[in-house]
């Protein structure tokens, strides 16, 4: 009879597996409150068991799809005018998602860095009537940020709201201020799908496909992306030979037999070392193995959370963690930034000791990460002692997860991109640059090929794509030199070449002191026109006065700037421009006066008797910014000399603090 019962429980336990294994399940970005491209097929699509019977009702129609046999399917409902909410009930064999609140009207991706990302809260942005902020016809979309070295089938998370004082709070400040224009402009649903993260270059959100055709990016793709293995699996093949690895080969040493994570260890032969750092460079050269770090901290006053949250950034190789001598976390990888959960049951509110295990089987080895990032925990003076070294050419290194989601080729792309590339789309706008500025040069590659990238991804023709130019920020230059920040925007303005693609330009709205200038209400207006230019036909003036040619004329310079941006006007009394600088032969520029002359801008320098090239606002931060067009729209920087820059040749490093 018992033996029975078993069989029956296993029964019903195989039947439950195979009826939740067999229930349809829509992608994450398919929700009820979502918006859908109007005036195109739209692709809805899921997962289920393989040869499963897919039925989608809309409008009164029903709509069928098999899945395949990797147990996906899709469907293409046909183009919808502007309007709703409807209602959308997709039927399996065993299981119906409804679907409610759905609008159609347009969809745009807004992706980039962390000036994208800055939400509303951060910008401390209060409307002066709290409802004229809430829109049911806007609805906002925030991805949650994934990464893996594969595509992968889904989106990490996201929930799909409708525009309120409460849902916008942490949304991106410049996506809402795009989409509100664009919804007061054209009386259109909009969905903003907010899929970036701060801090992060360029080729993290390009495809495997696009990094592969650039050099400077083989030796990464080749170990890492080529194999197309997904961090899952990698992850399960590691730890199935980590036991005997690490009783082989990584557990040994003095450190280890003599227990050094005790906090009663005996550190009077400890040296000192400030982190962060490469031991290389703090008197350890040439060192592979095991060195301790260890130093004491205290918990922030009034601390009552449950959980510790130790941030130690990024560590080369490989690092094992200890806090008051109960081990805390351990890490694989020299670019994975270390992120570890400490219960507070192990804490105390002063002189807690934390013992760190650095292992670098090859290379640089240490706590490296830079300063900018560094919190109070890991920065500052911390006492080391070296254990045993190894022969780094004979230590076998396992492949694991080697990658941060801020320099990684590829990796932002597989998981917050790729799951979404079938989703029918008005286009893109990207706030994005600063994280690639050491490299301008290259940018002037990289963001072309990653434009075409995400549209041949999407795969829905030239589809808009509009970007926002680097603001001005840093100190104001006393004389003309070399700026990596204006390297970057010539290369932005580079990419306009591409068609279907515009520019805003914010170069008079950053701030000296902060990467992240708190006016983004008028780079989403900027975007905003420059989208009702190229995206809806719009005649308008959507860009500032932008550089057409130049004549020299004995010891002065005309500049004459292209037709349709308005007529230039001196934003000073005594109508002097700022911001132009004129050079010779020699290619060394002076500041020079300037002045608007029957629609054009003079300029000139005393100490340039033959002028050949001219630069505007080619600087950091320009300073005060006074030439506009009669629409308010600042004038683009430019130059007119193709020099060689101060990034030429500065490509992609696999370690980006070694570059």
């Given at each position: 009879m018992g033996i029975r019962k078993k069989i029956v429980g296993i029964v019903v336990i195989i039947a439950f597996s195979i009826t939740v294994n067999a229930a349809i399940k829509?992608?994450?970005?398919?929700?009820?409150?979502?918006?859908?491209?109007?005036?195109?097929?739209?692709?809805?699509?899921?997962?289920?068991?393989?040869?499963?019977?897919?039925?989608?009702?809309?409008?009164?129609?029903?709509?069928?799809?098999?899945?395949?046999?990797?147990?996906?399917?899709?469907?293409?409902?046909?183009?919808?005018?502007?309007?709703?909410?409807?209602?959308?009930?997709?039927?399996?064999?065993?299981?119906?998602?409804e679907l409610k609140n759905i609008l159609f009207g347009d969809v745009w991706i807004c992706g980039g860095q962390s000036n994208m990302q800055f939400t509303?809260?951060?910008?401390?942005?209060?409307?002066?009537?709290s409802a004229a902020i809430s829109h049911s016809n806007i609805r906002i979309f925030t991805a949650s940020v994934d990464m893996d070295y594969v595509p992968k089938n889904d989106l990490a998370g996201g929930i799909w709201k409708e525009a309120s004082v409460a849902s916008l709070q942490y949304f991106s400040a410049t996506a809402y201020?795009?989409?509100?224009?664009l919804h007061d402009s054209l009386n259109v649903p909009i969905g903003l799908v907010s899929d970036n993260l701060g801090a992060t270059a360029i080729e993290t959100w390009m495809s495997n496909e696009a990094i592969a055709t650039f050099p400077q990016f083989s030796n990464y793709h080749k170990n890492y992306l080529a194999p197309a293995k997904s961090f899952k699996a990698i992850t399960e093949a590691f730890e199935k030979i980590k036991p005997e690895w690490q009783k082989n080969?990584?557990?040994?040493?003095?450190?280890?037999?003599?227990?050094?994570?005790?906090?009663?260890?005996?550190?009077?032969?400890?040296?000192?070392?400030?982190?962060?750092?490469?031991?290389?460079?703090?008197?350890l050269a040439d060192f592979d193995?095991?060195?301790?770090?260890?130093?004491?901290?205290?918990?922030?006053?009034?601390?009552?959370?449950d959980t510790f949250h130790l941030a130690l950034n990024q560590l080369d190789d490989y690092d094992i963690v200890w806090i008051n001598g109960q081990k805390v976390g351990e890490g694989y990888g020299n670019l994975n930034w270390r992120n570890y959960k400490v219960p507070v049951t192990i804490l105390k509110?002063?002189?807690?000791?934390?013992?760190?295990?650095?292992?670098?089987?090859?290379?640089?080895?240490?706590?490296?990460?830079?300063?900018?990032?560094a919190n109070r925990i890991i920065l500052g003076k911390w006492l080391y002692k070296a254990d045993d070294k190894i022969d780094a050419s004979k230590f076998p290194k396992p492949h694991v997860v080697n990658a941060t989601a801020f320099s990684t080729p590829a990796v932002l792309f597989n998981a917050n991109i790729a799951p979404i590339t079938s989703l029918a789309i008005k286009g893109f706008i990207w706030y994005q640059g600063e994280s690639n500025a050491a490299r301008a040069d290259e940018y002037r590659s990289l963001f072309p090929a990653f434009i075409k990238d995400w549209r041949a991804h999407f795969?829905?023709?030239?589809?808009?794509?509009?970007?926002?130019?680097?603001?001005?920020?840093?100190?104001e230059a006393p004389i003309p030199r070399e700026s990596t920040w204006a390297e970057l925007r010539d290369a932005q303005t580079a990419a306009l070449q591409l068609p279907n693609t515009a520019m805003a330009c914010i170069i008079d709205i950053g701030e000296t002191n902060d990467i992240h200038p708190k006016n983004k209400m008028d780079v989403g207006k900027r975007l905003g026109l420059a989208a009702l230019k190229i995206a809806?036909?719009?005649?308008?003036?959507?860009?500032?006065?932008?550089?057409?040619?130049?004549?020299?004329?004995?010891?002065?310079?005309?500049?004459?700037?292209?037709?349709?941006?308005?007529?230039?006007?001196?934003?000073?009394?005594?109508?002097?421009?700022?911001?132009?600088?004129?050079?010779?032969?020699?290619?060394?520029?002076?500041?020079?006066?300037?002045?608007?002359?029957?629609n054009k801008v003079i300029v000139s320098c005393t100490e340039v008797k033959n002028p050949v090239a001219v630069r505007y606002n080619w600087s950091d931060n320009p300073g005060t910014i006074n030439l506009y067009n009669t629409s308010g729209l600042p004038a683009q920087p430019f130059r007119t000399d193709q020099w060689p820059l101060a990034t030429s040749g500065k490509v992609f490093s696999e370690n980006p603090w070694e570059f």
């Amino acid at each position: 009879m018992g033996i029975r019962k078993k069989i029956v429980g296993i029964v019903v336990i195989i039947a439950f597996s195979i009826t939740v294994n067999a229930a349809i399940k829509l992608p994450i970005i398919f929700q009820s409150n979502m918006v859908l491209q109007r005036d195109k097929a739209v692709a809805v699509w899921g997962f289920g068991a393989a040869g499963e019977k897919i039925s989608i009702g809309f409008k009164g129609t029903d709509y069928k799809a098999v899945t395949d046999k990797a147990g996906k399917w899709m469907l293409q409902l046909p183009a919808q005018n502007a309007g709703g909410p409807y209602d959308i009930i997709v039927k399996g064999k065993t299981n119906t998602v409804e679907l409610k609140n759905i609008l159609f009207g347009d969809v745009w991706i807004c992706g980039g860095q962390s000036n994208m990302q800055f939400t509303l809260d951060q910008i401390a942005y209060v409307p002066k009537d709290s409802a004229a902020i809430s829109h049911s016809n806007i609805r906002i979309f925030t991805a949650s940020v994934d990464m893996d070295y594969v595509p992968k089938n889904d989106l990490a998370g996201g929930i799909w709201k409708e525009a309120s004082v409460a849902s916008l709070q942490y949304f991106s400040a410049t996506a809402y201020f795009f989409g509100r224009f664009l919804h007061d402009s054209l009386n259109v649903p909009i969905g903003l799908v907010s899929d970036n993260l701060g801090a992060t270059a360029i080729e993290t959100w390009m495809s495997n496909e696009a990094i592969a055709t650039f050099p400077q990016f083989s030796n990464y793709h080749k170990n890492y992306l080529a194999p197309a293995k997904s961090f899952k699996a990698i992850t399960e093949a590691f730890e199935k030979i980590k036991p005997e690895w690490q009783k082989n080969y990584y557990w040994k040493g003095q450190g280890i037999y003599k227990k050094w994570y005790l906090p009663e260890t005996d550190i009077t032969d400890w040296k000192t070392m400030e982190i962060p750092a490469w031991w290389e460079d703090a008197g350890l050269a040439d060192f592979d193995g095991a060195v301790w770090f260890r130093k004491n901290f205290d918990l922030p006053e009034n601390f009552k959370e449950d959980t510790f949250h130790l941030a130690l950034n990024q560590l080369d190789d490989y690092d094992i963690v200890w806090i008051n001598g109960q081990k805390v976390g351990e890490g694989y990888g020299n670019l994975n930034w270390r992120n570890y959960k400490v219960p507070v049951t192990i804490l105390k509110p002063t002189g807690n000791t934390i013992v760190v295990r650095v292992f670098d089987a090859g290379g640089k080895g240490g706590i490296y990460s830079n300063a900018i990032w560094a919190n109070r925990i890991i920065l500052g003076k911390w006492l080391y002692k070296a254990d045993d070294k190894i022969d780094a050419s004979k230590f076998p290194k396992p492949h694991v997860v080697n990658a941060t989601a801020f320099s990684t080729p590829a990796v932002l792309f597989n998981a917050n991109i790729a799951p979404i590339t079938s989703l029918a789309i008005k286009g893109f706008i990207w706030y994005q640059g600063e994280s690639n500025a050491a490299r301008a040069d290259e940018y002037r590659s990289l963001f072309p090929a990653f434009i075409k990238d995400w549209r041949a991804h999407f795969n829905q023709g030239n589809l808009p794509f509009i970007f926002v130019q680097l603001a001005n920020y840093m100190q104001e230059a006393p004389i003309p030199r070399e700026s990596t920040w204006a390297e970057l925007r010539d290369a932005q303005t580079a990419a306009l070449q591409l068609p279907n693609t515009a520019m805003a330009c914010i170069i008079d709205i950053g701030e000296t002191n902060d990467i992240h200038p708190k006016n983004k209400m008028d780079v989403g207006k900027r975007l905003g026109l420059a989208a009702l230019k190229i995206a809806y036909n719009k005649e308008l003036v959507s860009n500032g006065p932008t550089y057409q040619s130049m004549q020299v004329r004995e010891d002065a310079v005309m500049i004459e700037y292209k037709k349709g941006t308005d007529d230039l006007i001196a934003k000073d009394k005594y109508g002097y421009i700022n911001g132009f600088a004129i050079a010779g032969a020699d290619k060394k520029f002076y500041w020079a006066k300037a002045f608007i002359k029957d629609n054009k801008v003079i300029v000139s320098c005393t100490e340039v008797k033959n002028p050949v090239a001219v630069r505007y606002n080619w600087s950091d931060n320009p300073g005060t910014i006074n030439l506009y067009n009669t629409s308010g729209l600042p004038a683009q920087p430019f130059r007119t000399d193709q020099w060689p820059l101060a990034t030429s040749g500065k490509v992609f490093s696999e370690n980006p603090w070694e570059f």
